[in-house]
Structure formats: structure tokens, C-alpha cells
């Protein structure tokens, strides 16, 4: 099992930065990608970006690109997910994601989320 623990959340203005974090414990040696999601009021979950344990590749969505910026901390065995630029669209529960394999699209462990609220 793999534990993930998000923070770092808040509320900030728009055109703020926020940095989250997420933590994870267990058997972290399973771990291939580590994905950032967010779910807005009323509104699916949506994928926001990626990255390889190894660090070596990141994937973000067109709608943060440019914007958001996730990297970890090996020692610290930390994701993190900075967030520039931020618009009241990026409002919304953001989710730390662990996925065991690079053959599936399915990620196999979620933390409870950190809410993100930006202000006009």
C-alpha cells in the first residue's frame, strides 16, 4: 500500500501562486508516475499533470501548461505541484495520485485532496 498525503492548499487572489505538496509513504518502491487531478464544484475530475518517480518525464494539461509546474523531492519523497498565475477557474479539490505501472492509465492510490479557492 502507498499512502499520500496532500497540503498547501488555500485561498488566494487571482493572478497568486500556491505550491502543493504531497507526501508518500508504504511501499513507495512500487510507485512508476505520480499524477496531480482536480475536481471544480459540479464538475468531473480532470487530470492536471504528471511525473515519473525518476523524475525523468512530466505531462501537464493544456489548460495548465505554462502555468503549473510539478517536480519532486527524492529525500523527501515529495510531489509537488506549483501553481502560478492562478485564475478562479483553477478553483477547485486537488488530488495526489500514485500509479504502479506504465501500462495502464489507471492510477492505484489517491490522497484525500487539498482545496484550492482563487478570488477575482
Known amino acids: 500500500q502507498v499512502q499520500l498525503v496532500e497540503s498547501g492548499g488555500g485561498l488566494v487572489q487571482a493572478g497568486g501562486s500556491l505550491r502543493l505538496s504531497c507526501v508518500a509513504s508504504?511501499?513507495?518502491?512500487?510507485?512508476?508516475?505520480m499524477g496531480w487531478f482536480r475536481q471544480a464544484p459540479g464538475k468531473e475530475r480532470e487530470f492536471v499533470g504528471s511525473?515519473?518517480?525518476?523524475?525523468?518525464?512530466?505531462y501537464y494539461a493544456d489548460s495548465v501548461k505554462g502555468r503549473f509546474t510539478i517536480s519532486r523531492d527524492d529525500a523527501m519523497n515529495t510531489v509537488y505541484l506549483q501553481t502560478n498565475s492562478l485564475k478562479p477557474e483553477d478553483t477547485a479539490i486537488y488530488y495526489c495520485?500514485?500509479?504502479?505501472?506504465?501500462?495502464?492509465?489507471?492510477?492505484?492510490?489517491w490522497g484525500q485532496g487539498t482545496q484550492v479557492t482563487v478570488s477575482s
Open positions: 495520485a500514485a500509479r504502479k505501472t506504465a501500462y495502464s492509465n489507471n492510477y492505484d492510490y
Open positions: 508504504g511501499r513507495i518502491f512500487s510507485i512508476y508516475r
Open positions: 511525473i515519473t518517480w525518476s523524475g525523468t518525464s512530466t
